[in-house]
């Protein structure tokens, strides 16, 4: 068992060797991701999905409620570590829709891989919006920041 382990870590090893330099950094964003999302974690309230999903000045001000002045300034910081988190899975999801294509000779999978390593710019630009009307929700709650926000 031992020598089928070592032999699949020697022949990744030699894989990853044998990738061009964009499949390379891929793997290095897509663990850096994962280790950024790791690193956020004890940053990140437990119900902070509810608080972007809240669509009502009454619903995000109940979880601004029971949060407390501890829990908004760690909400506060996860939201300023998402800004990176952002910019790293948009990256790596960028250079995986490109790498991919290298493995595809079928034109409207090359096509739809170049897309999508572009359009997933837009989603975290959205993302990134999303992130700042939280900040001014935690700031100051009324509806036009919820309404930007949710």
Same mark, same amino acid.
């Given at each position: 068992?031992?020598?089928?382990?070592?032999?699949? /870590?020697?022949?990744?090893? &030699?894989?990853?060797?044998?990738?061009?330099?964009?499949?390379?950094?891929?793997?290095?964003?897509?663990?850096?991701?994962?280790?950024?999302?790791?690193?956020?974690?004890?940053?990140?309230?437990?119900?902070?999905?509810?608080?972007? =999903?809240?669509?009502?000045?009454?619903?995000?001000?109940?979880?601004? *409620?029971?949060?407390? *002045?501890?829990?908004?300034?760690?909400?506060? =910081?996860?939201?300023? /570590?998402?800004?990176?988190?952002?910019? /790293? &899975?948009?990256?790596?999801?960028?250079?995986?829709?490109?790498?991919?294509?290298? #493995?595809?000779?079928?034109?409207? /999978?090359?096509?739809? $891989?170049? #897309?999508?390593?572009?359009?997933?710019?837009?989603? $975290?630009?959205? *993302?990134?919006?999303?992130?700042?009307?939280?900040?001014?929700? =935690?700031?100051?709650?009324?509806?036009?920041?919820?309404?930007?926000?949710?």
């Amino acid at each position: 068992m031992n020598c089928k382990i070592s032999r699949k /870590l020697v022949a990744s090893f &030699y894989l990853v060797l044998a990738m061009g330099k964009q499949a390379k950094l891929f793997w290095i964003v897509t663990l850096v991701t994962i280790g950024w999302i790791i690193l956020m974690r004890p940053f990140t309230p437990t119900n902070i999905v509810q608080f972007e =999903l809240a669509r009502t000045v009454d619903a995000a001000q109940q979880i601004i *409620d029971d949060w407390g *002045d501890e829990g908004i300034s760690k909400a506060r =910081l996860s939201i300023y /570590l998402d800004f990176i988190f952002i910019f /790293l &899975y948009a990256w790596a999801i960028s250079l995986g829709a490109k790498v991919s294509t290298a #493995f595809s000779a079928n034109q409207n /999978l090359v096509t739809a $891989g170049g #897309f999508f390593s572009r359009v997933i710019w837009f989603a $975290g630009s959205c *993302d990134i919006i999303e992130n700042v009307a939280m900040l001014m929700t =935690l700031s100051e709650l009324n509806e036009l920041t919820v309404s930007m926000a949710f």
